[in-house]
């Protein structure tokens, strides 16, 4: 597995003055954001903010207009998605985006490879690849799908894909992993199970997550980040962001939120 | 958990010492490669013979892209092809005085399909899907009409010959008789069928799953999509040249058609017969290739009308190509209920046969009408002959088509309820298995 | 040799571009076997055995192989001389390679001249008039004709193409060095869809003449280019009377096509009791591959003179060998394999009164304008013979 | 009553998912469709809209809906809003409302201004292409392509999936808005929030059958159908 | 090279361009909005033609204007009904296959119905001879005279040369039909939303049918119209050029116009076929070679000059594979074609 490439005190992940327009209309204004090793952040904001296509600027799949990006300290702005992943950034995906003809096995095997050193090579049978396989057998483990091993990804049930979606992002061993809303579609009891998945497979890394579920955010996030308008407006503890009044106008302010919350506080 | 009980609990990822199916297979096919000849000794079958020994390895080659890359070529005759001239001049050469042994020339082929793809392979592997369809498409025209502008290398539509009894023997082979020539075909055919099945085994033959499963995905684990299908190019380019060298070799002729939009399509249409998703479908699928063009075409006239009509219906009906059926048969074989339909697959060969012999009776006597009309009304046909012109084999081959079809329908009605009851018990089956 | 049945596979395509000409050619081969089966000079009977190639020289090697395996020692074969070459070679390899199995190739109309020199085979004998002779006949009418001022080659871009261009450069100049070549083009094989800048260009270059080898639909539409366009020129053709050109000709063509054939539609003799024959047979085809004839009248005598129908002993006396043809004497020459025979020029008219045989029933036909002895189109060759022994 | 099923037993391919599902929907009454994940919920929206093979009985305004194609129930004043935002992402957002229309329908209760009205948001990106709308925008614009084409019943598959807290109340509002203009709504939800506010009946789900019906009080006082269908 | 030349040229290439139109307009349409790569589009094309002279046999040529395409849309559709529906769930690569197959069996078909040869199909009077007809005189300039020209008004007077081009009458035809179709289906992409149902069902069919659509029914009638466009295409190019089985061999051509033009997009289409047919045209009026040009610029080309084989060829003959040189080079530096919009 890949060491943190860190040094200490400076940022796992950190965006200076982030800028992306499509076509006229500007949808990130000026995001920075600092993101400690180790640290667990979400981001909150209403729907069209911005939070996916943030995601999509620091995992290489959009090309940001200005500003820096910067992972452990280097620049991986204008990189392709495959250089960043390499650098040990991972990301999931708003809707499930599987290999659906293999195996769920293979979907985490596949994951692993490049981490592990295989490249292209086409002079090594995979079935010789001992630790590769042991570890996507631990992966199967971790997210409890060692019983589906051998399931073609596409007979999954909807909350199994969403698992196997997660695994195939933490397998890889990067340090820095961006989950775009991951408990999406799942009902609470699926929730609290997943937040704490979550939780077990993220110890010890970088977690940016994505989620309109109050209950997660507040359960899972050390920091809380709040986007509005493609513009960072607060980026603090839990309780702060909740005390603050222009996130409650802009985002929370809901019943529903503060019950979530609440839940998820007590 | 601790990794160690991992491991022994999942021992399915390691080569067992002794993996008998798999040798079983792999000697079978070995078996077959080597008595084939002795079974079927006349000139034409052991052209024929040949001619499928190099088709599999190219079938197999563009498989590589379709089947496990998901890229639709138009354009893969251009590597087998110019693969296939660069033998020739290398026969050629030999003959004029180098030194290699004719036995390693589809290696040139190998190498020269090979560089031409990693020329051409980085243009066309920038895209995928439709673009890269398109791109074969065109450059395969290009290089088709590239061919019958230079004639200086391409020697025009005539192409270029050859002798392949040259430079010295070894071992006693000159390669002058075809069984000599059918040998070399089948030692590299057995060792590129096993390259490229080891290939699906390797890193980046998985990788090339994913890669036309969900490219995008792949970015995101680290891969180059575009490194990963140039490189599967660049491979499956080497393989197609060693079958046009070893064509080179085998016919001693090599002419423009072996670049051309025609041998492309057929790769495209006779791997997909065969089953794009499976390993070996396209094995099959050079076997019928050959079948088809040389066979069919001298039992009847109307072969294009047979083949049209083959290629729709099993498009319709199968398509997952003969291996896909074979695979579907193998699993109700495997759950031990292959014997509950054997009736019923007595049934729908029946009624299908009639079905074809009428309608092959009708065609032949259209085609008899139109072509040779003046040789008399006698058209010879599976050992009797009819009369085209009398009421009675018309009436005779209508009513055997439309008695075929009415049974045709009748048991595949009855087929279709078994097999659909068979899959469900297998469903139940695999459910039961998997809660033990 | 006599009551024996002589096997003559014929490999030519049945299918594709030219398989309306292949199939013209298997009932004209047949149509005349049955006339040669009632009575020869060797008393054989002779039986065509058709495999269809496709045009292809790959396809036709696996023709050879299965007429082989049929026990075949005749092969014929015509169409496509890319498909003629392959094959003069491979029956020199298997006659190389399996001593006592040897066949013999009768080439019946491919017309390449270096079949008959630097790629010249005991194995093969060609029946038609090859590019060169055709040309030497064809620029011997020209010469007489002083409205020939300004030439344009108009060929094919493939081996054919390319021969015609070659003799006609190589043989006008020295006939009429005051013609002028104002063009030359190569326009791709039977896929050129419209003509009409190919037409555009032969104006704009002031020619009053056309030599073309073209063939098909590649010389009727130019025909119909030409004609659309108000193109006043006359075309030298070498394959006008092919299946489906004549039809495409039409009214509009009369007068302006010139075809140089060892034969035309108005024969009288032996070729016009054929050619009224087949019509009568076959009353949508026109007998106009003459080598259909040639090839039994051949054949026959040398058996007869070999008393013998194998090959080795039949090529020996093929060689050098004089018959009676439907279009007068005709010599197997010795040194090249290559008949020796009259050529006509003939032109595209309506029919009269001389000359009545409408073909492809449209009412027009080639009648002949000049006829030359065989002596006039007789080309040396380079051919080095190899002789077997 | 505006839809009725009786015994309705449903099967992907030779899976059999519905067991006998009986249900009711009266007019201009909002039904909650509840229970867990694979619990046959979207299920039973589907082959009432004719898009799993379904027997039994589906009856729309006395009509039956068995055996019909799925254009030929949407023609009869069915509307459908699927879970997963099977928005057409080629076209733009204003495209894809215009879809919504059905083909030879008169001026029906909804235009683009109430659309445009109702979510702002979508007015703005109206020109878009609609694959790149972020995923709650694109959760609006299903919304609204469905009103589009008039129905008189509309089965609401997870609305609120993705959604900001307060677009998701906003969504409560516009379903009572839907209520009060006589449309009914069969709606499937996983939040209980929202389902037990807006509903007026709810109905549990469990492999398959509707095991629980009553009003969101009953359920809410019903902690063993809560335990057993609902949570863990 | 004189005026009436070049025009005649650029005419020619135009009229060329419009006959591309004509069928890869048809074929755009059911690519573009079904994403099927037809590749019996010429097949119909041929099918149109045959099918016009039977039916001018028995009626005149106006029916058959008006009914071969009607009768080759009607195949169409009932090929789709019957087979192409069968394979749509499978993805395209099986439908791209089955209408292979489709394009041998009617190639057969056509030829057991209408035999392997040329026909006679001969175009009615009304289009027979000159549209117009350029007279160039020297010192004199160009005039156009309608119809056909007087042979005295194209005799050569003493030292004035004269010089008279017609332009046939099938080919301004061919041009009219040509813009008539890019206007009708404008008007249909635009005024309908047709289009707008096939795009969206080809991705979620499910979703269009929920919202009301009969899509199996558009798919149909969309198949159908594309191949009717083909056979109108057939029927004037049948009269235009010969009517024989061979007409459906101009394959791949159209596939390239509909790339360099941009998929799925007419206009593209239209500006496609232009170029095309320019490309295919202009540059046979041009005899020179690289080695002459080498030679212009003063280098010494011989037969031993390195790669004097490629040197040699003109660009006349290099002129049919330009549109496929272009083909390569537009997908790889502007993948979406000239006026196309979608990437992929
Ligand atoms: N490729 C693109 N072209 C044009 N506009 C885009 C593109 N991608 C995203 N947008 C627009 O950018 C805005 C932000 O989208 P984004 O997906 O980042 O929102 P989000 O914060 O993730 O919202 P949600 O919570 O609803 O998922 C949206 O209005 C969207 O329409
Ligand atoms: N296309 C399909 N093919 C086979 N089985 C399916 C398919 N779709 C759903 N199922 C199965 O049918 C059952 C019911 O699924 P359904 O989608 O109706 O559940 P749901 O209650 O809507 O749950 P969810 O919260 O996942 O949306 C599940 O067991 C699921 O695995
Ligand atoms: C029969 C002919 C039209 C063929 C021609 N002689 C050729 O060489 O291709
Ligand atoms: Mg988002
Ligand atoms: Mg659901």
Known sequence: MRAPSSTPGSFALELRDVRKSFGRTEIIRGASLQVKPGERVAIIGPNGAGKSTLFNLMSGRFDISSGEILLHGRRIDGKKPFEIARMGLARSFQVSNLFTRLSVFENIRCALLWSMGQRYAFWRFLADLKEVNERADEVLEMIRLDKRRDQMAMNLTYAEQRALEIGITIAGGSDVILLDEPTAGMSKSETKRFVQLIREVTEGKTLLTVEHDMGVVFGLADRIAVLVYGEVIAFDTPEAVRANPRVQEAYLGSVLAETQAAEAQA | MSRNTLAENRPAYHFKPWNVGRWIIWGGFALVLLFAPLLWTSSLAQTMLSQMGIAIIVCLAYNMLLGQGGMLSFGHAVYSGLGAYLAIHALNKIGGGWWLPVSLVPVVGGLAGMGFAILLGYVSTKKAGTTFAMITLGLGELVFSMSLMLPEFFGGEGGISSNRVVGEKVWGISFGPQIQVYYLIAVYCFICTAAMFALTRTPLGRMLNAVRDNPERVEFIGYSTRHVRYIAFILSGFFAGISGGLSAINTEIVNAEVVGAARSGAYLLFVFLGGATFFFGPIIGAVLMVFALVLLSEWTQAWQLYLGLTFVLMVMYAPGGFAGLIMMNLRVASFGKLGKLWTAYLALGGAGLAVLVGFSAMIEMVFHLQLNAALGAEVPFMGATLNALGKDAWVGSVFVVLTGLGLFEVARRQFNLQWGEIQEEIEKEIKRRETL | ?389 | MTLKLENVHAYYGKSHVLHGVGLTVGEGEIVSLLGRNGSGRSTTVKAIMGLVDATGSIQFKGQELVGQKAFEIAHRGVGYVPENRDIFPKLTVHQNLLLGKKGGQKQGRWDFDDMYQLFPRLKERQHTEAGVLSGGEQQMLTLCRTLMGDPDLIMIDEPTEGLAPKIVELVAEYLRELKRRGISVLLVEQKLTIALEVSERCLVMGHGRIVFEGTPTALKADSYVRKEWLEV | MQIDQILINLLNGLSSGLLLFMLSSGLTLIFSMMGVLNFAHASFYMLGAFVAYTVTGWLNFTAALILAPLIVGALGALFERGVLRKVHKYGHVPELLVTFGLSYVALEVVQLIWGRIPLNFEPPTWLQGPAFTLIQRTGQGLSVVAGLASPEMCQSVGDMVVQCTRFPMTRAFMMMVAVGMLVALWLFITRTRIGLVIQAALTHPEMVESLGHNVPRVFMLVFGAGCALAGLAGVIGGVTFVTEPNMSHIGPIIFAVIVIGGMGSLSGAFVGSLVVGMLQTLPLTVDSSLADALRSMGAVVTPDTVGYPILRITLSQVAPILPYLLLVLILIFRPKGLLGTREE
């Open chain 3, 1 to 389: 040799q006599k009551g024996e049945t002589v096997k003559i596979a014929w490999i030519d395509p049945l299918t594709g571009l030219m398989g309306p000409v292949g199939n013209n050619q298997v009932k004209s081969f047949q149509f005349v076997a049955e006339r040669f089966n009632k009575n020869n000079s060797a008393g054989v009977k002779f039986e065509i055995i058709p495999i269809d190639n496709k045009l292809s020289p790959a396809e036709t090697l696996n023709a050879l192989k299965s007429a082989i395996d049929q026990g075949v020692r005749y092969v014929t074969q015509g169409n496509g001389s890319g498909a003629a070459a392959a094959l003069v070679e491979a029956v020199a390899k298997h006659n190389e390679r399996n001593p006592g199995k040897e066949v013999l190739y009768i080439n019946h109309s491919a017309v390449d001249p270096d079949l008959t020199n630097s790629k010249c085979n005991y194995w093969h004998f060609r029946l038609d008039a090859d590019t060169s002779m055709k040309m030497e006949a064809l620029t011997t009418f020209m010469k007489d004709r002083p409205e020939v001022k300004k030439v344009y080659l108009l060929n094919q871009n493939y081996a054919h193409g390319h021969q015609v261009a070659k003799y006609a450069k190589d043989i006008l100049p020295r006939k009429r060095p005051d013609v002028q070549f104002v063009g030359e083009d190569l326009h791709p094989l039977a896929s050129v869809r419209d003509f009409a800048p190919y037409v555009a260009k032969i104006k704009a270059s002031g020619a009053d003449t056309v030599i073309t080898g073209n063939w098909g639909s590649d010389l009727s539409l130019l025909v119909k280019a030409a004609n659309d366009a108000g193109l006043n020129v006359n075309f030298y053709t070498y394959y006008a009377g092919v299946t489906g050109t004549p039809t495409a000709l039409g009214p509009a063509a009369a007068g302006k096509v010139f075809q140089v054939s060892y034969m035309h539609s108005n024969m009288d003799g032996v070729a016009g009791e054929i050619i009224s024959g087949f019509k009568a047979k076959y009353p949508d085809a026109d007998w106009y591959t003459g080598s259909t004839y040639h090839i039994y009248a051949l054949l026959s005598d040398a058996m007869a003179k070999a008393k013998s129908t194998d090959p080795v002993k039949v090529a020996a006396a093929l060689e050098g060998l004089k018959t009676k043809s439907f279009n007068g004497e005709v010599e197997m020459r010795k040194t090249d394999h290559q008949l020796q025979q009259t050529l006509y020029i003939s032109t595209w008219q309506k029919v009269d009164a001389k000359n009545k045989y409408s073909v492809e029933n449209t009412g027009y036909t080639f009648a002949p304008v000049k006829t030359f002895e065989p002596y006039v189109s007789s080309t040396p060759t380079s051919c080095q013979m190899k002789r077997p022994g």
